[in-house]
């Protein structure tokens, strides 16, 4: 019976032990917190000092720099509202996909807490900005503390303890490494744009491993009143869900014959660059008296008579869908959603390099063409790429092209059309919208048809991405139950 007690007591022992420790440390980083508060908020004259001086000598030394301040302002980027929300949101659909709904709860809880502590605390303190020679960054509100330090650290570092269990024990400490470093990449380039002080950022820094201490441990908690033993936090919250977290099992081969696979990539778009070339140099400067002259011609000509405020205003907004920053974000969620439905990561790079192979074909067959707008007024501008091909039209073809060629097999849901109907309107919309305003000839969008037809073609034949359902590869969530996800999404949020 002794035996058995000293058994049962161990767990019991050893999660005392960690969590006076972790105690221990909350409250250290809450008391160097509060002093540092206490500090910024009487403007004690050391600290300003130190923020003041540092401040200055950093602008001093980055403004002179291009360079530097673009890759400082990339970096600054990744702590930004707009990364942070995306992150989360990725992550709490996918571990709602996984059924993984306590998991979900923690990163939203973690991640509101943090949308909250940061205006409020900026609102008490009512810091001003840095006043530097030469303004080279971007803000808006108060400065202490600053928000892409304490986002960062509180997003990364409970993304991290989430999917922590997914990893190989020799890949565990270079990922919390590399969180550490990206954290504070983003907290130095918020001093050395001249947008905060360093301590805004240690403050951030200090509120945001408080926060993420807290609600770590309350997690803990919540796994105890399940029954479930305390576990290292080098463990991740949720060992157990190690298998439903991970991305995707390892695929022994992302190409089916990697050498020759990269080999024929390779060639095909040389060959499809230059297809895109012949095509462009005939219709733009050899094609007169032919029916594509005409209808350069006429076309752009009719569009112009057609044109009235409430239209320039439609298509205006219809050409939007087209541009990087749509198709970025629209790329951007649906290849998660795929490693979470579909655990694979074949469709994942299928429609990375579809937007890849595009980007790149655009750029280099609209340098080697170069060829002039329509003689018509073009209501966007002076652009800094030539008219052939269009690469909005392109862009917005790969892109929903792909997506349904990675659907449509996948599921035998009615809603399955609804994707192949997108890859029909969203770049017929944005086609007509870009020669509507003048942007482009019914041949530009020709060119990006066959940009399309060409590349995508060549990468389904080269990397098959819908291989693993010939296999038979099941979905996180079978198809007979995909009309009852709202339900399912509703349950995984509630605890027991």
Known sequence: MTTVR??????????????????????GAGVAFGVLLV????????????????????????????????????????????????????????????????????????GAGALILDPTVKALVDRLRPEVEVPIGTYSGESFPSGHALGSMVAYGALLLVFLPAMSRRWRRPAIAITALVVALIGFTRIALGVHFVSDVLGAWLLGAVWLAVTAYAFRLWRLERGRPAVPIEEGL???AAHDVAPAPDE???????????????????????????FGTFVSYHADGTFFATMDRA???????????????????????????????????????????????????????????????FLASSAAVDRPRPPIENLDGPMPTS????????ATLCLWVAIAIVVFPRTDRWWRW??????????????????????????????????????????????RPNADVAEGNRPAIESEDVHTLDDELVKAGRVD
């Open 252 to 278: 022994e081969r992302l190409l089916p014959h990697p050498r020759a696979g990269v080999a024929e990539l390779i060639i095909g778009w040389v060959l499809v660059l230059g297809v895109l070339y012949g």
């Open 6 to 27: 000293e058994v049962l007591r161990r767990p019991l022992g050893h999660f005392t032990e960690r969590s006076l420790a972790g105690l221990a440390l909350v409250l």
């Open 39 to 110: 500090a910024v908020r009487s403007r004690w004259t050391p600290l300003y000092d130190v923020d003041h001086g540092i401040a200055a000598w950093l602008n001093e030394q980055i403004a002179p720099h291009g360079p530097l301040v673009t890759v400082l302002n990339a970096v600054t980027d990744l702590g930004g509202l707009a990364v942070i929300l995306w992150l989360v949101s990725v992550g709490v659909v996918g571990l709602l996909i996984r059924k993984q709904g306590r998991l979900a709860v923690y990163l939203l809880v973690t």
């Open 418 to 463: 609804v994707f192949v109907g997108l890859a029909v309107v969203m770049p017929l919309g944005v086609a007509i919208s870009r020669m509507y305003r003048g942007m482009h000839h019914p041949t530009d969008f020709m060119g990006a048809m066959m940009l399309t037809a060409c590349w995508v073609g060549l990468l389904y034949w080269v990397l």
């Open 387 to 394: 008219s052939f091909p269009s690469g909005h039209i392109a």
């Open 299 to 361: 076309v752009p000509e009719w569009f112009d008579a057609q044109r009235t405020p409430g239209r320039d205003d439609l298509s205006y907004w219809w050409s939007k869908v087209g541009d990087t920053h749509a198709i970025l974000l629209i790329s951007l969620v649906f290849c998660p959603l795929v490693l979470a439905v579909w655990r694979r990561w074949r469709p994942v790079l299928f429609v990375a390099l579809t937007m890849f192979g595009e980007l790149s074909l």
């Open 238 to 240: 949720e060992p157990e």
